[in-house]
């Protein structure tokens, strides 16, 4: 059974950086059939996918225009996760973050635990 | 992009009775529509793919249809557990697209 484990602070200051973490169990970050995808969740946006990491024989990422500029995904295949780094954060940016497996990249089947973030002074 | 929407936003019923809820694309998604339904403090959790096939573990009483750009989840006889917020998600075009959810409660 794949399990996705989400860590990282939950309240970050305006203009600081996000950092949040999944460990991946039961699968594995370099597997050539899923993509590995950060979401967020907020009842302004709803669920709104943030970036994608995947790998087919090399490394991939895609990230959503919005935060474009701001993001940053990366995978350690030595502990079996992934990483999202949001930069710059604003109050808008506040948000339940999820990170998410989707199964032959285009359905989501597990996801993480899910993190509240809260960007705050 | 792709925008999905649902109608109603939330939809009050009964337990026992049967509930339907509606998904439209703003273009064609062909079957390539997912259903999702989340309950408060979890995550998302996958119902449907293909528009009509359940994911495993999903009961019979669930059951979703259409194609193209109009689809419909329907829940035959509703338990309390059923009650909950559904998204669709479209996964035809890139970027992969949910919509903005139903909110099912009891009536």
């Known amino acids: 059974q794949v399990q996705l484990q989400q860590s990282g602070p939950g309240l970050v200051k305006p203009s600081q950086t996000l950092s949040l973490t999944c460990a991946i169990s039961?699968?594995?970050?370099?597997?050539?059939?899923?993509?590995w995808y950060w979401i967020r969740q907020s009842p302004s946006s709803g669920l709104e996918w943030l970036g994608r990491?995947?790998?087919?024989?090399?490394?991939?990422?895609d990230y959503a225009l919005s935060v474009r500029s701001r993001i940053t995904i990366n995978t350690d295949t030595s502990k079996n996760q992934f990483s999202l780094q949001l930069n710059s954060v604003t109050p808008e940016d506040t948000a339940v973050y999820y990170c998410?497996?989707?199964?032959?990249?285009?359905?989501?089947?597990?996801w993480g635990q899910g993190a509240l973030v809260t960007v705050s002074s | 992009e792709i925008v999905m929407t649902q109608s109603p936003a939330t939809l009050s019923v009964s337990p026992g009775e049967r509930a339907a809820l509606s998904c439209r694309a703003s273009?064609?998604?062909?079957?390539?529509l997912a259903w999702y339904q989340q309950k408060p403090g979890q995550a998302p959790r996958l119902l449907f793919l293909?528009?009509?096939t359940r994911a495993a573990g999903i009961p019979a009483r669930f059951s979703g249809s259409g194609s193209a750009t109009e689809f419909t989840l329907t829940i035959s006889s509703l338990q309390s557990e059923d009650f909950a917020v559904y998204y669709c998600?479209?996964?035809?075009?890139?970027?992969?697209?949910f919509g903005q959810g139903t909110k099912l409660q009891i009536k």
């Open positions: 998600q479209q996964y035809n075009n890139w970027p992969y697209t």
């Open positions: 998410a497996r989707a199964a032959g990249g285009t359905l989501f089947d597990f």
């Open positions: 039961g699968d594995s970050v370099s597997s050539n059939s899923v993509v």
């Open positions: 990491t995947y790998y087919r024989s090399k490394w991939y990422t």
């Open positions: 273009q064609s998604v062909g079957s390539n």
């Open positions: 293909g528009a009509s």
